[in-house]
């Protein structure tokens, strides 16, 4: 979980010097690399004390990440007890799809 962790410690920093553009794009780039234990791990992490980028995280990886993988960050999330996480990184990956009729 070094990923998530250093992801979480830069995210956080970054925000607290001001530099919000920065820490949402260093969220946005990590979204493509890191695994869904990682980014859960992820958000969890920034959830402890960063409650704006864990919101920013979720809406990204619900956005961006394979309906599969997105999936699989909501089970984590709900295994590190953030039920509420898990069912909001499916409501935002559920926005993105285009409804069937």
């Known amino acids: ?6 992801l979480a ?6 925000h607290e ?18 695994t869904p234990l990682e980014s ?8 402890e004390g960063q409650d ?3 919101e920013t995280a979720i809406g990204i990886n619900g956005r961006s990440r394979a309906e599969e ?8 999330l709900h295994a590190l007890g953030l039920p509420d996480d898990a069912g ?6 559920l926005a993105q799809t285009p409804t069937q009729t």
């Open 88 to 93: 909001a990184i499916l409501r935002a990956a």
């Open 1 to 6: 979980m070094a990923a998530a962790q250093q």
């Open 40 to 47: 859960a791990a992820s958000i969890a992490l920034l959830r």
């Open 52 to 54: 704006d980028l864990a």
């Open 17 to 34: 010097m001001g530099q919000i553009g920065y820490a949402v794009a260093l969220i946005q780039d990590a979204s493509t690399s890191l």
């Open 69 to 76: 993988d997105v999936m699989r960050i909501a089970v984590e």
């Open 9 to 14: 410690i830069s995210a956080t920093t970054l």
